[in-house]
């Protein structure tokens, strides 16, 4: 009697091993201190890694993917748009995430992405409404503002490194804040830090909270402003940003491994 040959089932990548892992982590952050998972927005940050991973990631089950130089996220977007063009899941969301110089806001804007991160002066804010405006755009952009609460020298960001004891700088960026809602091309959704890298999670714990703390007093101060993203968070400490309240989180080599 012949036997019936059994089908093997295609071996699991590693990127789909490490995406379970990470959205295990995910899980396990929130409900250590009783949050709900599905309020974490998990950013895939694909930066120097090819088109086809992106691609791997996206059937994986991932739509949030974030780049953060210009001339990566310019030819990324349309050319992932057209490489999954037909397929009848939902749309990629492309997170911009890094810093933006003032002669780079054209090129930012005409890759659409869906959201900035790194809003980090009103100069630039009002170089994005003058570009806007002028190449027709109907929709506001969602945006981060970026807080530079730990006072690292090398890190972009609104200088917010003593707002609790320092009204001046309180109310600086308050007033800044003000002039950016003068925009009308420019919709505020959240904040945005990055704390010093270490080899110690918990070392970073203080700067979301003091992340925390901001959102909750501008929350009050302004509270016509929807501020409800805090994006915080990387493969370093992501664990300790969700169990501070960070609803995104932006990871790259614990999904994509190091960079190329």
């Not at 930066?47 to 210009?70: D, Q, S, W």
């Not at 009103?122 to 503002?145: D, F, N, P, W």
Request: charged fraction near 25%.
């Amino acid at each position: 009697m012949k036997r019936k040959s059994i089908k093997q089932k295609p071996p699991v990548s590693k990127l789909s091993l490490n995406i379970a892992k990470v959205q295990q982590r995910i899980k396990t952050a929130a409900e250590r201190v009783g949050r709900n998972a599905d309020e974490i927005t998990l950013v895939a940050v694909t930066k120097t890694h090819p088109l086809e991973l992106h691609l791997e990631a996206y059937n994986a089950g991932l739509r949030h993917f974030g780049e953060n130089r210009v001339h990566e996220i310019e030819t990324k977007i349309p050319a992932f748009a057209d490489l999954i063009d037909g397929y009848e899941f939902d749309p990629a969301i492309w997170h911009f995430i890094g810093h933006i110089q003032s002669r780079q806001v054209a090129t930012v804007l005409t890759s659409q992405p869906d959201i900035l991160h790194a809003l980090d002066s009103v100069k630039l804010a009002q170089r994005i409404e003058r570009i806007m405006v002028r190449e027709g755009h109907r929709h506001a952009l969602s945006v981060l503002l970026q807080c530079n609460v730990s006072g690292e020298a090398s890190k972009s960001g609104f200088p917010l490194y003593n707002w609790q004891e320092d009204e001046t700088q309180l109310d600086t960026f308050v007033a800044q804040v003000e002039q950016i809602l003068d925009l009308p091309h420019i919709m505020i959704a959240g904040l945005m830090t990055m704390a010093p890298y270490s080899d110690n999670p918990e070392d970073a714990r203080p700067v979301f909270q003091s992340l925390v703390e901001l959102q909750e007093h501008l929350q009050w101060l302004l509270s016509t402003v929807n501020w409800h993203d805090l994006s915080m968070g990387m493969t370093s400490d992501f664990e300790v940003a969700i169990e501070e309240g960070a609803t995104i989180v932006r990871v790259g080599r614990a999904l994509f491994g190091e960079r190329t």
